[in-house]
């Protein structure tokens, strides 16, 4: 009888710890991956069907950036941008490699997403739904929604 209960106790232990792991190996995906901030947009240029939109991304692990779609455009592409000879040059990324817990600012002169050909102009006061897809180092994908609001760049951005 005595034998009986210590497994039947090693029994509940082991449940309990297999439990417990499950719940965190779960944790993760109900948890923010990314923290993001200050989203917005820019309003379009008359005539125009590109815009512009930034924000800060803050990972809580070594992550990338490699997808990002809008409602408003039918693509969205991962851009940065720098003073080369003089010149202000774009560029497309594959991908924005995070590290953990810094937080990478999209701002003007600087990285952004790059809306194209727009469904309708971005006027001051819309805003943009997103849908991030940020890949693990253990190759695993998780998406992350985020609202941009549409407004007029902040003087200090030029
Ligand atoms: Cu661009």
């Given at each position: 009888m005595k034998k009986l209960s210590a497994i039947s106790l090693t029994g509940w232990a082991l449940l309990a710890l297999f439990s417990s792991w499950t719940a965190q190996a779960e944790s993760p995906a109900n948890s923010t991956l990314v923290t993001i901030q200050d989203a917005w947009a820019r309003p379009s240029n008359p005539g125009s069907k590109v815009g512009a939109a930034y924000m800060t991304l803050t990972s809580?692990?070594?992550?990338?950036?490699?997808e990002a779609t809008a409602n408003v455009s039918d693509s969205v592409e991962i851009h940065s941008m720098s003073m080369e000879n003089g010149v202000m040059k774009m560029r497309m990324l594959e991908s924005l490699d995070l590290s953990a817990g810094k937080p990478y600012k999209l701002s003007p002169g600087g990285f952004h997403l790059m809306l194209f050909d727009l469904k309708k102009p971005l006027r001051v006061g819309d805003s943009v739904n997103f849908v991030l897809t940020f890949k693990l180092a253990n190759k695993s994908l998780v998406k992350q929604n985020v609202k941009a609001s549409v407004k007029d760049a902040p003087a200090a951005g030029h």
């Open positions: 809580s692990k070594e992550a990338s950036l490699v």
